[in-house]
């Protein structure tokens, strides 16, 4: 148990919707990113919130957006859902005070039909 | 730009025999952070280690051993007498030193599945 938490833990979507997925960070941490896994690959880096202000993005469209709140909990939006945005979405969570290790939260396996 | 290579895509081993997971790594910076990550069935990534890229000591915890070798830029992961409950697949991951918290470049991961 890390103390992360997604939500929804399953989500099927319709392409051209848009979705939002949800992060309850550990006690204590500031630091919250995102990853992307496509089946059979590694996670990718989406992007990183530190004390609510976007702190790097990877290599993904603009309609990939998220949010940082006061709590340090965070929301990933993507909009215009395209067939390959399927995967399993990962929150990590962290602060410098621990170390640079991120945990990991269970994920959220989308599915874009 | 930083690259993590895991050559290895799949292993099979029969329960009790050693393993080692291989991992090559890419980056410019000259402080940076290793990790490796085990992910089961359910899907979350677990946290196994960490090293910093001036401590090139070697660590043992239990049965899971990591060899650092900066000279080569590897850093190799193997378990000790493996079980079934190993199966899993294994991220090698790497990362910058940077303010607000690490950047997490992976490798395309190794399914290793151990029989008993």
């Known amino acids: 148990e890390t103390g992360v938490t997604q939500s929804p833990t399953h989500l099927i979507k319709t392409r051209g919707q848009q979705v939002t997925l949800r992060c309850s960070s550990q006690?204590?941490?500031?630091?919250v990113s995102w990853y992307q896994q496509a089946l059979g690959q590694g996670p990718q880096f989406i992007f990183q919130y530190y004390r609510e202000e976007e702190n790097g993005r990877g290599n993904f469209p603009p309609r990939f957006s998220g949010l940082q709140f006061p709590n340090y909990s965070s929301e990933l939006n993507v909009n215009a859902l395209e067939l390959d945005d399927s995967a399993l979405y990962l929150c990590?969570?962290?602060?410098?005070?621990?170390?640079?290790?991120?945990?990991f939260g269970q994920g959220t396996r989308l599915t874009v039909v | 730009a930083q690259k993590v290579t895991q050559a290895q895509t799949e292993i099979s081993v029969v329960e009790k025999e050693d393993v080692t997971l291989d991992c090559v790594y890419e980056t410019r910076d000259t402080t940076y952070y290793l990790f490796w990550y085990k992910q089961p069935p359910s899907g979350e990534l677990v946290f196994l280690i960490r090293?910093?890229?001036?401590?090139?000591q070697n660590e043992i915890s239990g049965r899971y051993s990591w060899n650092f070798q900066k000279s080569t830029s590897s850093f190799n992961f193997t378990i000790t007498a493996s079980q079934v409950v190993d199966s899993a697949v294994y991220f090698c991951a790497l990362s910058e030193a940077r303010i607000g918290g690490s950047r997490l470049t992976f490798g395309e991961g190794t399914q290793l599945t151990v029989n008993p």
């Open positions: 006690s204590g941490h500031n630091t």
């Open positions: 990590a969570s962290s602060t410098e005070v621990q170390g640079p290790e991120a945990f």
């Open positions: 090293r910093n890229s001036f401590d090139e």
